[in-house]
C-alpha cells in the first residue's frame, strides 16, 4: 500500500449562515500521526467531514495523494480513507463481528461471501482491541466504550492508507485509549499511513502525536511537533487558559496542567 498525503488548500465551509472553515490550508504527512486541537466550534470536525467526502466545501481543493478527493469514485474513497466518528450511527443490533465486517465491504464484490483474507483482517482488528470473546454480542448490550472500540476496530479493518478519527477513545477506559493510541502510532511509523485525529487530551497528543494542528476560529493557527506548538503562550491564545508544561519519562514528553482560574 503506498504512502498518501492529505492537502488541504484553502477550503471553506459553512452551515447555512455560519461560516465555519474559512479558508483553510494544511498539509498532512503520510507516515505521520496528526493530532488536530481546538476550542469546541472551532471547526476540527467540520475539517474532518470535509476530507472524509462527507461534506462538500464551498470553496478550494481537497486531495488524497496528489488527487482531488471529489474526482475519486465513492468506492474508491473508501479504500482510501476509513473514518472513525465521535459517535457511532448504527440503527441496526449488529453483531459486533458483522460491524467489523463493514470494514470489509469496500473489497467484497456485491453478492460474493467475504474472502480468507478479508476475515483474516477482521480478526486481527478484533484482537488488536480487545474485541474477540465479543464478537457475538451486538451493539446494543455493549458499554459506550466497547461500542467505540468496535467502531475502531472497523476502521482497522478497512485498511486504507489514510485514517481518520474524531476524539476516538473519550469513551474508553484508560487502558484501552493508551493502547489505541499506540495502535495509531504504529500504523503512522511502521505502516506510512496518514493518520489525522481530533484530541482534546493535550498531553496525550504531546505523548503520542509526530505533529499537532493548532485551529482556531476556522483557521490554521499553527502547526509543528508538540514541542513547537504546546506553548503557554499558544495555549492562552488559543484556549483562554495559563497551561504548564513539563517534560517527564525517558522520551521527555511532555505533560499540560493548567491553572484552575476563576
Do not use: W
Not at 4 to 32: C, K, M, P, W
Not at 42 to 52: A, H, R
Not at 129 to 152: A, C, I, N, P, Y
Not at 229 to 257: M, R, Y
Amino acid at each position: 500500500m503506498r504512502s498518501v498525503e492529505v492537502g488541504i488548500e484553502s477550503v471553506a465551509f459553512g452551515y447555512r449562515n455560519q461560516q465555519v472553515l474559512h479558508g483553510l490550508d494544511i498539509t498532512f504527512d503520510a507516515g505521520q500521526l496528526h493530532a488536530v486541537i481546538g476550542p469546541n466550534g472551532c471547526g476540527k470536525t467540520t475539517l474532518l467531514n470535509t476530507i472524509s467526502g462527507n461534506l462538500q466545501p464551498s470553496g478550494g481543493n481537497i486531495s488524497i495523494g496528489g488527487k482531488d478527493l471529489h474526482s475519486l469514485p465513492i468506492p474508491e474513497r473508501a479504500k482510501q480513507i476509513s473514518v472513525v466518528p465521535q459517535e457511532s450511527s448504527f440503527t441496526f443490533p449488529f453483531t459486533v463481528f458483522d460491524a467489523v465486517l463493514m470494514g470489509r465491504h469496500p473489497y467484497i464484490p456485491r453478492f460474493n461471501n467475504p474472502t480468507e483474507e478479508d476475515l483474516s483482517a477482521v480478526h486481527a482488528a478484533l484482537d488488536c482491541m480487545d474485541l474477540s470473546h465479543l464478537t457475538h454480542r451486538t451493539l446494543d448490550q455493549l458499554s459506550g466504550g466497547e461500542r467505540q472500540r468496535t467502531v475502531f476496530a472497523r476502521a482497522l479493518a478497512q485498511d486504507t492508507p489514510v485514517l481518520l478519527l474524531d476524539e476516538p477513545t473519550s469513551s474508553m477506559d484508560i487502558r484501552h485509549a493508551l493502547k489505541a493510541m499506540r495502535v495509531l502510532k504504529r500504523l503512522a511509523r511502521d505502516k506510512g499511513r496518514t493518520v489525522i485525529t481530533v484530541l482534546h487530551d493535550l498531553s496525550m497528543a504531546a505523548r503520542y502525536c509526530d505533529r499537532i494542528a493548532v485551529m482556531a476560529n476556522g483557521l490554521l493557527h499553527s502547526q509543528g511537533t508538540p514541542r513547537q506548538t504546546l506553548t503557554p503562550a499558544t495555549i492562552q491564545e488559543v484556549f483562554g487558559v495559563k497551561a504548564h508544561i513539563a517534560e517527564h519519562g525517558p522520551s521527555d514528553s511532555l505533560t499540560v496542567t493548567y491553572e484552575s482560574g476563576e
